[in-house]
């Protein structure tokens, strides 16, 4: 088991920028795909990134593309999602999550590890 600790979220204005990190605990973390998801009040989980083992592939779902870049450091088993032009759609508890499958990263069943979720608020 994979334990992830997202950080670096809070409130920021609209046209703001974050960096959210996400920090695992597992020694052979190079293994692992991973992606955040997120998940607005009323809403269901829905992905946002992946990325791939050594960070040369990279999955972006539509709303966030040209605006946030996933990115990873095995070194110090750190994945990244930064976060530009943010806007109040962008409102959500964001969720890191770890996975050994192949395919299909865009799916939050295809992952058995995840963090505890870190707020993210865009003011209008």
């Known amino acids: 088991q994979v334990h992830l600790v997202e950080s670096g979220g809070g409130l920021v204005q609209a046209g703001g920028s974050l960096r959210l990190s996400c920090a695992a605990s597992e020694r052979s973390f190079e293994s692992y795909a991973m992606a955040w998801f997120r998940q607005a009040p009323g809403k269901e989980r829905e992905f946002v990134a992946a990325i791939g083992w050594s960070g040369g592939v990279t999955y972006y779902t539509d709303s966030v593309k040209d605006r946030f870049t996933i990115s990873r450091d095995n070194a110090r088993k750190t994945v990244y999602l930064q976060m530009n032009s943010l806007n109040p759609e962008d409102t959500a508890v964001y969720y890191c999550?770890?996975?050994?499958?192949?395919?299909?990263?865009?799916?939050?069943?295809?992952?058995?590890?995840w963090g505890q979720g870190i707020q993210v608020t865009v003011s209008s």
């Open positions: 999550a770890a996975t050994l499958a192949k395919y299909n990263w865009g799916i939050p069943a295809q992952y058995d590890d």
